[in-house]
């Protein structure tokens, strides 16, 4: 494909099907190339990972009709993320956030963080 050729159009409802399936794939933290695995399995925060997760459950949750798994893992994805933070500043906690700075902090605190709270209030 031409890089200068405009794309076709896409289809929303293989575009929400591959973005369920991403999220489905974050909830097993097995599989490898996913945020959830970065972050609970190796203990690395992937800013881009997040950034397309986050996309991707807004996408869903933007939908007419949410199956409640779906909710559910969504939820369980928020949650499990902001208890990875939580851990790391618990002095009894040995779960550590391995690339964990103040850079880090910052783009937490003013953008994933209240991008995740949003999707919680949905």
Known sequence: MNPAAPRP???????????????????????????CHALFEEGFFDDALLGALINDMELVLGQDAVSPVHGRVISWVVLSTSKCFFSHFDADDLYKIKNFDEALYSRWCDGHFERLRELMAR
């Open 9 to 35: 159009p896409s289809d929303p409802a293989q575009d929400v099907s591959a973005a369920i399936q991403r999220i489905l794939d974050n909830r097993n933290d097995e599989v490898e190339g996913t945020f």
